[in-house]
């Protein structure tokens, strides 16, 4: 997992991975989100909707890949488009 304190937010966020089944006919890697304000007890967000088995969810996944969950999050200071800060990285 990628763990980062956010000064702004005054919480721990997280990105980690995982394998996931989807409707599709081989397995998928997801990267999941999770926020904390203590670095203990994390609460996951309900970001979006993916479909599993048939029958629509909420879930913290944030990115659906075909490929192992091997990814990575980093921040970066430099970047001046603020909606751009937080870059992943890894196999997709």
Excluded: C
């Amino acid at each position: 997992p990628t763990v980062r304190y956010d000064k702004h937010a005054q919480s721990y966020r997280m990105w980690y991975n995982s394998f996931l089944h989807s409707s599709k006919p081989k397995a998928s890697g997801g990267t999941l989100y999770a926020t904390s304000q203590d670095g203990l007890t994390w609460t996951k967000p309900l970001s979006s909707t993916i479909t599993w088995n048939g029958t629509s969810q909420r879930t913290n996944l944030v990115l659906l890949a075909d490929a192992d969950p091997n990814r990575g999050v980093m921040f970066d200071a430099h970047e001046q488009n603020a909606s751009r800060r937080y870059k992943a990285f890894g196999s997709f």
